[in-house]
């Protein structure tokens, strides 16, 4: 029952299968020409999937894993849609070995996970867990087995309790420095095998949200100075981790940031609003990730905070700027559209109709441009050359049909629009090498629990079964064919 078949996926994919030998025999094989030419992809383009450990890996007390912020917040009263939490979550802590089966059936060549920085340092620094890595050392032979690339992050949101008891962990810089520590621990037993390491995923979530609005771990509701400067000790903790990978890890190792770029789209593509759009970009971008790749934060960011602007030394912008091999870019919802305007700063944001379409998350507006913008203005504004899509999918309602198949139908629309957007980027030359699909399978959703379902494959959290759905089929011959449509 949770195994995956191959015979399984043939059944799925078999009807476009069937379809596509019965067109090539009509044409005599031949590749038909022109504007119904497949849209394909760089014949090294990386496919891949994403999850992170709060969210699949459960066993939060096995192993001398200590708590994090997340089981703290979840285990609270009122903070989860569903009233769940990461204790179990998918299992994956025991069953990554099937888990690594399903990335092989879908014929992806890389996985992006996160390590759980409460298993290695449950108190967050000092003397490591001497069982904290064991896990991702299975993990990775596992993935290396089936001859599938690790990328790994170093943080998914899951801070160790200890750091945020100790000193309200990312209001404080000793913070950024455990991170550093945590980072060089990691680079020296892992970069053997692992290549490429992201650091933060999604500053621009985590800490807004669990900062400022209150709606995430932790759950804190400060004013801006204080989420300025929590923002500020997270870009200089991926700094020091930039550092500390470099210093501890083998040479050739790689790293980056994961984040969800605050998206700014030309309303109407003229030259006027396309310029507008890439100085809203480096604008609304500010406080991280221009600052990451620029050393600097803007006259306009620094203007706009006021006094409450995050303190800093020149010394520390050194550190944050430290050259990265890649940026990764979260894609899902487009952020602003944007116009031209005479009046500084040279842009301005239009509001979005009520009647704008969505997936079934209300926050996931559907705007398959945002894949080819977001790419193409950050390579432009910071002079990027190496761009991984770090994350792009849609949650869905994802029903078992009575025939025991999942045809979400909506996620293969949502996903089909996006990668022809990805396609043409590249095209274009956006230097995208690679596209990470959120998720491998349903999971633990943070503040909605598990009511939102993001995977390919469909868990049944009752009895851990996992079933592909229909859009598992579909990423699978978009890879074995590496383009979208035939
Ligand atoms: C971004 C986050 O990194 C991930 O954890 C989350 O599940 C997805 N968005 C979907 O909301």
């Not at 099937?98 to 879908?106: A, H, Q, T």
């Not at 930039?242 to 969800?260: K, L, P, Y």
């Not at 504004?381 to 770090?390: A, E, F, Q, R, S």
């Not at 998720?439 to 592909?468: C, H």
């Amino acid at each position: 029952m949770f195994k995956v078949s191959r015979r399984h996926f043939a059944k799925l994919a078999g009807l476009s299968a069937l379809a596509l030998a019965t067109l090539a025999r009509s044409r005599g094989g031949a590749a038909r020409p022109g504007p119904y030419a497949p849209a394909s992809f760089p014949k090294d383009f990386l496919w891949g999937t994403a999850t992170s450990a709060y969210q699949i890996e459960g066993a939060a007390s096995e192993d001398g894993r200590g708590p994090s912020i997340w089981d703290t917040f979840a285990h609270a009263e009122g903070n989860i849609g569903d009233r769940s939490n990461g204790d179990v979550a998918c299992d994956h802590y025991h069953r990554y070995k099937d888990d690594v089966g399903l990335i092989r059936e879908l014929g992806a060549k890389a996985y992006r996970f996160s390590i759980a920085w409460p298993r290695v340092f449950p108190d967050g620094t000092g003397t490591p867990n001497p069982k904290g890595l064991d896990f991702y050392d299975r993990l990775v032979d596992e993935l290396l087995r089936s001859g599938i690339e690790p990328y790994a992050t170093l943080y998914h949101w899951d801070l160790p309790q200890a750091l945020q008891d100790r000193g309200g962990g990312w209001l404080s810089s000793e913070t950024s420095r455990a991170f550093g520590d945590y980072a060089g621990h990691v680079a020296t037993r892992l970069s053997d095998r692992v290549k490429s390491f992201f650091t933060v995923n999604e500053c621009g979530r985590f800490v807004p949200f669990g900062y400022g609005l209150g709606i995430d771990a932790p759950g804190l509701k400060l004013p801006d100075a204080q989420v300025n400067q929590a923002r500020h000790h997270v870009a200089l903790a991926h700094g020091l981790a930039v550092q500390a990978i470099r210093a501890h890890g083998r040479v050739g190792t790689r790293v980056g940031v994961a984040e969800n770029i605050s998206t700014c789209l030309p309303a109407i593509d003229t030259p006027a609003n396309i310029e507008a759009a890439a100085v809203a970009t480096r604008e609304l971008n500010a406080g991280f990730l221009n600052v990451i790749l620029t050393g600097q934060y803007t006259e306009g960011f620094l203007n706009y905070a006021g006094a409450n602007a995050p303190k800093f030394t020149p010394d520390e912008l050194k550190i944050i700027s430290s050259p990265n091999d890649f940026l990764g870019l979260n894609i899902y919802a487009p952020g602003y559209y944007i116009v031209a305007s005479d009046r500084p700063p040279g842009f301005s944001v239009l509001p979005i109709p009520s009647s704008f379409p969505h997936m079934s998350s209300d926050w996931l507006r559907i705007a398959p441009e945002t894949m080819y913008w977001a790419p193409r203005l950050a390579a432009e504004i910071w002079n990027v050359d190496t761009i991984y899509i770090t994350e792009n999918g849609t949650s869905g309602i994802d029903k078992l049909h009575p025939d025991g198949q999942v045809y979400d139908l909506d996620r293969i629309m949502f996903l089909r629009n996006y990668l022809t957007q990805l396609q043409r980027a590249i095209t274009d030359g956006v230097p995208v090498r690679g596209y990470f699909l959120w998720s491998l399978m349903d999971n633990f959703e943070w503040i909605f629990g598990y009511e939102k379902r993001f995977g390919l494959y469909r868990v049944d959290f009752e009895t851990q079964a996992r079933t592909p759905k229909l859009s598992a089929s579909f990423y699978r011959d978009v890879i074995a064919r590496n383009a979208i449509g035939a």
